[in-house]
């Protein structure tokens, strides 16, 4: 199966990198052959991928990737980079490739260090395979130290170094850096093209396949599990009926605290199944002794100080993350409601409450609906500003209830 088949609904991108991936082919084999490059390549060190969640920029950046370190014997027979067979494609999107660095945090921030560490591995020539290729999936992250230190390495790259850098928009890049990247942007895939991949590679019922990609609007990842995990209904459908719960002010502060609570029990549930491994493979790592009750050596306490400070940023970005996705969803609560009140042909994301989309679109107009929109808006970008979450999130119910 070829490395693009997990592009859903991108054709126009998958087009542009496969022609990216020949000319790559190209330059390395004129360089090994000693033969003259191509004339025009379409190849280069530096790409943005952009594109709303949900649309794929990672998996895109992963099958270039793999379609650059592609080694199948079927290219001496005029085979297209990107098989998806050969060990150069399989141990890039499994991320295990040497020349591969595949780089995506769970904490809200990338720091200078860490880019410093990225640009000194820039630096060096492929090991094992055809070019040094660097996935940053959260370019979106790089503090404004560290966007400066990538500058350098993203203005003079090593000969055989890519860049493959992610982000939501070009907004969210330095414009130094944007200025020297090929930009490619992706679209919202189909509601039907993530159907179908749900069905074909998940096993997914088309019934449950087409509700949740309906629901998630094209979000290939949140579809995915919104059809797999019960759990992610329960709560999804525990969000939607939010709206019917801010009748009065007693009301909004309980949802609110609830909606708060519920994101800060997702973030427990991660902290506790990722934090106590990391913490006895450190204790492990720095020779803790078995023998006396698992006393830390000397000199030990500034690297378990710091591993625990990283696992609190995490868990403050998971409960983010979790109340980022609630708003989604509140959003496009709001976003069939105002649909019906506007009398559009839109098609309705969560068909399945259509009586309460109902009952909300007759007691009040576009206007507040609209506002309402806004108001969620406001409550994303509060938490973005650190604003304490539960004070961002009564703001908000009190909003909605307002109108």
């Not at 904490?107 to 395979?129: F, H, M, N």
């Not at 009301?251 to 997702?266: N, P, R």
Request: proline share 5%; net charge neutral; charged share 30%.
């Amino acid at each position: 199966m070829p490395v693009w088949d997990d592009l859903v609904g991108q054709e126009r991108v998958q087009t542009q990198l496969a022609a990216a991936a020949r000319d790559a082919d190209a330059l390395v084999t004129a360089v090994t052959d000693r033969t003259p490059p191509p004339a025009a390549s379409k190849m280069t060190h530096a790409w943005l991928f952009t594109g709303p969640p949900g649309s794929g920029r990672s998996t895109a950046a992963r099958a270039f990737a793999a379609a650059l370190q592609c080694t199948s014997p079927d290219r001496a027979l005029g085979g297209e980079p990107g098989c998806g067979f050969c060990d150069g494609c399989h141990t890039t999107l499994i991320g295990t490739h040497a020349d591969v660095e595949i780089v995506r945090t769970d904490l809200l921030s990338i720091g200078v260090k860490e880019t410093r560490d990225l640009v000194r591995r820039a630096q060096l020539s492929p090991a094992v395979g055809r070019w040094q290729v660097i996935v940053l999936e959260d370019a979106d992250r790089l503090t404004e130290g560290a966007g400066n230190v990538l500058l350098k390495a993203v203005e003079e790259p090593a000969p055989r170094t890519v860049w493959l850098l992610c982000a939501p928009s070009l907004e969210d890049v330095l414009p130094t850096i944007r200025s020297r990247c090929r930009h490619l942007t992706l679209r919202t895939p189909p509601v039907e093209a993530v159907a179908d991949v749900l069905v074909r590679r998940d096993g997914i019922e088309p019934a449950v396949a087409a509700a949740a990609a309906r629901a998630t609007q094209g979000h290939i990842g949140r579809a995915r599990r919104l059809a797999t995990d019960e759990a992610a209904r329960s709560r999804r459908a525990s969000v939607l009926k939010l709206p019917l719960r801010v009748d009065d002010v007693g009301g909004c502060l309980k949802a609110a605290q609830e909606l708060v609570d519920a994101a800060a029990e997702d973030a427990k549930q991660v902290a506790e199944e990722v934090d106590t491994k990391e913490t006895e493979e450190l204790r492990a790592a720095l020779g803790a002794a078995a023998g006396t009750g698992g006393r830390m050596p000397r000199g030990t306490a500034g690297v378990m100080k710091e591993l625990e400070d990283r696992q609190k940023r995490r868990r403050t970005r998971t409960q983010r993350d979790s109340l980022d996705l609630a708003l989604t969803d509140l959003t496009g609560f709001y976003r069939d409601v105002l649909a019906l009140q506007l009398g559009s042909s839109v098609a309705i994301a969560n068909e399945e409450i259509r009586p309460d989309l109902d009952r909300i679109a007759r007691a009040s107009g576009p206007e507040r609906t609209l506002r309402r929109i806004e108001a969620i808006i406001a409550c994303r970008d509060a938490l973005d500003r650190n604003v304490a979450p539960l004070l961002a999130v009564e703001a908000m119910t009190m909003s909605l209830r307002a109108g």
